[in-house]
């Protein structure tokens, strides 16, 4: 009677320790605060001075072409510009048999079509506005998952400052490029 018991309490501390360590792997970081309008608009945008507009939109569309964006619109009297970018949705893909619906189904469930995350867009829309002596640049970046049919499933505007220095660094090299003539045209 006591190998029993010794098992039983053996096989409910390793249950026991086995949820702790599962829900410790479980922790979540506190979620980013979320930003004002000022705070976004600040993000989203850069002043460049000294810079005359047709050379600034240029260079936003070559700085947004070597980041793999395909303009889709771009006008000039307006300083509008319009940009998307496909990219991969990690842990994407068909997901296994899930219960009753993908095994004929019980209830009807079986005629129901299966979706999953199949890929994921990053959409661009631009501004640029001349005040002055200076051209103002002002981006916004939002990331599109569609399913397997292409239908958006989550739709979520990109508020990471590291995306934004990123791009808009990549515009300054490209303002550089055009002010030294490195560009060919």
Excluded at 24 to 35: E, H, K, T
């Amino acid at each position: 009677m006591s190998i029993k018991l010794f098992r039983r309490h053996f096989f409910i501390a390793l249950s026991l320790t086995c949820c702790l360590l599962s829900l410790n792997a479980c922790q979540v970081s506190p979620p980013r605060p979320q930003l004002t309008q000022l705070q976004l608009r600040q993000l989203q945008s850069r002043s460049y001075e000294n810079k005359d507009f047709v050379t600034a939109m240029r260079a936003v569309i070559n700085a947004l072409l070597d980041e793999g964006f395909i303009i889709k619109n771009a006008d000039k009297d307006l300083g509008f510009i319009q940009a998307t970018k496909d990219t991969e949705v990690s842990g994407g893909g068909m997901p296994g048999i899930e219960l009753f619906g993908g095994l004929g189904g019980f209830g009807g469930w079986g005629n129901q079509q299966q979706r999953w995350r199949n890929s994921s867009q990053i959409d661009c829309s631009g501004t640029l506005t001349k005040v002055g002596n200076s051209t103002n640049v002002r981006l916004i970046f939002q990331r599109k998952t569609l399913d397997n049919f292409g239908v958006p499933m989550d739709i979520k505007l990109i508020e990471d400052p590291e995306y934004y220095q990123n791009v808009f660094v990549k515009i300054d090299k490209s303002l550089f490029l055009e002010r030294e003539n490195l560009v060919g045209r």
